[in-house]
């Protein structure tokens, strides 16, 4: 066990100067879950909880409660505000002595300038929360902080209270290991905007052949009901199962929460050294292994899609000349296979320049073509126009960045957003010249069977 007290000159919400007091103290573990300390944090911390594992299951992040909140609604400013607000409240701290440095949760909105509908309501177009008691499991390590940030002095009161509360969760987490869950019930399947989405595939086409657009993406939802109230951990759980090969997230925000299996990589830095995923063109995956090579070998060599793929390749590339002194891409795209889908692949890594940090690759990366369009302004323009729903945090940025800088964040797809007994799901799809609408239609029914399966339902082609 290691702790240290620290203060900082605070601005950080534009308030007179004042000082902080940053008490951080970590705790190694032999052995913690992470769902069940998830679970475990219900009572005290229910809205206030977030989960987190990466694609290779090597890190896994759980944050109960918030004890310092960042959130912005400029629009041309919210990443360099999340950032300037973390490194002020990190300024003056001493973390490198400690096993597991503080973290910084959290995501962003695909488009600010869409403005907000009822399900996102709640929700800022930046959410970062340092949690009050932070799980973090590392190569097979496992660790807690306890963070306090506070205007006022911290008592040892304080101090005593919040670790009694950290114990008595670690050992309900401990004892009551991971629970039994049912899936929910689902009562009720609408899809909204189901004609609008149709004849906006129908537009954007027309727009394309004008040539205004090379590419633009278009989404539309899925609004599921139950019979009753539906349990975040029971989601969780469930994409847990069900979804190993992605990144796995959840976000609570109050009565929401924002869950999903991704399957791409946005960008993750760590010791200056940047990794990139693009990940653009899909087809099903196939009933038989040789159906599926076939579909594979189908993928690889589509037009229409090694299209798509490129537009992603060279926007990121460009992402990467701006911040990074060096990079490698390879010539050409591979598979990448999770379970109801596959998708054309291409990694990109390089080393960044000086004084690049990952929130500013976060901005320029964001939104790719596979989640936007190309030319990236034009197809965001036209997705303001056509698509008729709002996305929230779905194809947003969500993910970390520690003390030092390092984190990761993965693109919000294959998500779902949870409200009580309702839930609504998202999913899209590249839109160009040659796209047709019932195909494209056809091709989200594919993206919602991961997020529709875990909450309990099913198509009528399954």
Known sequence: MNHKLSTTNDDLKNTDQSTVRFYIETLEIDRLSALPFFEAGEKSFEGMRYFWQNREKNFTLVGLGNAYTIESNEENQRYTNVENQWKQLLQGVDYENLLQQPILFGSFTFDPKKGVSDEWSNFSHANFA??????????????????????????EEQISKLLAERDEI???A?????????????????????????????NVT???????????VIARSLALRFDEKVDPTNVLTQ??????????????????????ASPERLVSVKDGQAYSSCIAG?????????????????????????????????????????????????ESPQLLKIRDIQHLYTPVEGYLND????????????PTPALGGAPRGKAMEMIRQYEPMNRGIYAGPIGWLNAEGDGEFAVAIRSALLQKDQAYLYAGGGIVADSEPQSEYEETLVKFRPMLRALGGKLNDE
């Open 130 to 155: 340092l949690a009050t008691h932070q799980l973090v499991i590392r190569n097979e390590k496992a660790y807690v902080n306890t963070h306090i940030v506070s205007k006022q002095n911290i008592s």
């Open 282 to 330: 899909s087809i099903k995956r196939g009933a038989t292994k040789e159906h599926d090579n076939a579909l594979g070998a189908e993928l690889l060599n589509d037009e229409k899609n090694l299209q798509e793929h490129q537009y992603v390749v060279d926007m990121i590339t460009s992402s990467f000349e701006d911040t990074c002194s060096s990079y490698t891409v390879p």
């Open 174 to 202: 401990q004892v009551k290991g991971s629970k039994t869950y049912a899936k929910p019930v689902v009562n009720r399947m609408t899809e909204p905007f189901k004609e609008e989405y149709l004849k906006s595939i129908s």
């Open 206 to 216: 027309d727009a394309i052949k004008d040539g205004q657009a090379d590419k633009v």
């Open 355 to 366: 004084g690049a940090t990952i929130l500013q690759m976060v901005e320029k990366l964001h």
């Open 170 to 172: 670690i050992h309900q």
């Open 239 to 260: 994409v847990y199962n069900e979804q190993p090969e992605s990144y796995l997230f959840g976000q609570e925000n109050g009565e929401n929460l924002f869950f999903g």
